[in-house]
């Protein structure tokens, strides 16, 4: 019997909507399985009832930490839907990781994989969790979600009230400059997001979707997966971004949509694959997450044409879309970040939020109905951040005469060269139009005379070769005399996140140590 009660805005009551919209329409795919929307509905209610049975209470936090898998997505719609926090937890933490973020959120539970059970047990040793299960297992696990999804267990709704301004997730940042912060994101502020997103980056119910990257990273899950999914589109989901298996599923099953970071479409085009495979079906290319340099952009536009490319710019606490650079203006604008999607309004300021000149570089701030309610117990971070009533994002930019914005770098990524400031993307793009060239990362290194020493780590495209001189040469065509590399370190790899983003921090380590 269908309820006349009003329905809260919240994660759980769109996806119904969506279900009951496309119900025979194929969810999600992964591996040999896949899901209708009634289906996954269906499944959706019946592991968020065993989760409460389990003695889980609304409000409690669950961390889920795996990889890619349906079950993680049922996890996760599940989560939500019996009113809980859903925690996601990079699968690549070690046991102190994994521990400070069950203890952070104060978690009472932790799903993972089966694979990470070591690592799952050594970090929980002591701590009083009320449930602990797999997403799937074949060892007969007291809570295994696919098996429970599976099931003939009660697939009605629970009965959960859940209103729009819950928290839904916890996000935790990268921690780069210190120990990893929880954004509290709720259910109508993901929600904003997700239809900005169907609008601004054209997603359709009739275009396949391809997800490789992880789930746990806000990009993948929020801008691509979920508004999706509210929209009726088929998605193929992958446990991990591997580029060959990348381009099989893009040949295979006619995929339209395709989201990767600069660093992942940068191993697609360097792959022997790229060229042999039937790619006509690709028609939207997503990237984000890092700044794509311009060379390899073009690449891209030269490689795949026909194909319509939208750079995706944000953080995890707004959702984390916040500008959109949309095909028709790659052309005359391939270094931009584009212009705020309709639900975020964007400013660029000096250190006393004063909108600066056209042109002029500042701090990116942003004000808008997706943005966190703040951070997990940090009230003093939560302060700084939200100052003046406007989001801190910590990155330097400028907005052009007709508002488009360009990122010019993070605060933290500028390099102080002899007291002058350099932008390490400059550098980088650069050193990109080398023909030897296939990934470059710049960073400042500490030194006694310039303060901070612009040093170039520089993988060489295969077969290539450049020497050090040659690159700083080419380099002397376009910088200032003062942004040229002091040193070119070669190497075969760069740190990165599981979500392909490059890792300066850990560079800086590496090259430090």
């Known amino acids: ?93 070690n046991e102190d990781e994994l521990r400070y973020i069950i203890g952070q959120s104060g978690a009472r539970g932790l799903i993972s994989d089966v694979s990470l059970t070591a690592t799952a047990e050594s970090a929980t040793q002591g701590i009083d969790l009320q449930v602990q299960g797999y997403f799937h297992s074949s060892s007969g696990a007291a809570l295994d979600i696919l098996q429970v999804a599976q099931s003939d267990a009660l697939s009605t709704e629970p009965q959960v009230v859940v209103n729009a301004d819950d928290l839904a997730q916890f996000l935790y940042t990268s921690g780069t400059t210190g120990a990893p912060k929880a954004a509290m994101m709720t259910h109508q502020a993901f929600l904003a997001e997700y239809f900005a997103c169907i609008v601004e980056l054209d997603i359709q119910s009739d275009e396949p979707m391809l997800a490789a990257l992880p789930l746990y990273h806000s990009a993948q899950m929020h801008v691509f997966l979920m508004p999706a999914l509210l929209k009726g589109a088929s998605i193929r989901l992958m446990e991990g971004p591997v580029p ?170 500028v390099i102080n060269s002899g007291g002058i400031i350099v932008a390490s993307r400059e550098v980088e793009e650069v050193l990109f139009t080398h023909p030897a060239v296939s990934e470059v990362a710049v960073v400042g290194m500490p030194h006694p005379k310039w303060i901070e020493a612009i040093t170039a780590v520089v993988i060489l495209k295969e077969n290539a070769t450049a020497t050090a001189e040659d690159l700083i040469k080419h380099a002397r065509q376009h910088l200032a005399s003062f942004k040229l590399p002091k040193q070119v370190i070669f190497s075969t790899s760069l740190p990165k996140s599981t979500a392909g983003k490059i890792l300066k921090r850990v560079l800086r380590e590496e090259l430090q140590a």
């Open 1 to 93: 019997m269908l309820s006349n009660a009003p329905q809260a805005n919240t994660i759980g009551a769109a996806l119904s909507r969506s279900a009951r919209k496309n119900a025979s329409s194929i969810a999600l795919k992964f591996e040999d399985r896949q899901w209708t929307y009634t289906e996954l509905e269906l499944a959706v209610n019946k592991v968020a009832h065993r989760l409460l049975q389990r003695g889980l209470r609304q409000g409690d936090r669950v961390v889920a930490y795996g990889k890619n898998s349906d079950a993680y997505v049922l996890t996760w719609l599940a989560t939500v839907r019996a009113g809980l926090v859903h925690v996601p937890a990079n699968f690549s933490l």
């Open 244 to 413: 060959d298996v990348c381009l099989q599923w893009i040949e295979l099953e006619g995929i339209v949509s395709f989201f990767a970071p600069p660093t992942f479409w940068i191993s697609l085009l360097r792959h022997s694959d790229f060229e042999r495979r039937n790619l006509s079906s690709l028609k939207k290319a997503y990237y984000g997450a890092s700044i794509m340099p311009v060379p390899v952009l073009e690449e891209l536009q030269q490689r795949l044409s026909g194909v319509g490319l939208y750079n995706c710019y944000g953080q995890s606490e707004i959702a984390p879309l916040a500008t959109v650079l949309r095909p028709e203006d790659h052309a005359r604008r391939p270094a931009s970040a584009g212009r705020p999607i309709i639900t975020v309004e964007t400013r660029v300021v000096d250190k006393d939020m004063n909108d600066v000149p056209t042109g002029e570089q500042g701090e990116i701030i942003h004000r808008s109905p997706q943005l966190c309610k703040g951070y997990w117990q940090q009230p003093s971070m939560t302060a700084e951040a939200f100052k003046g009533g406007w989001f801190h994002s910590g990155d330097v930019g400028y907005i052009d005469e007709e508002g488009y914005l360009y990122v010019v770098d993070r605060i933290k990524d």
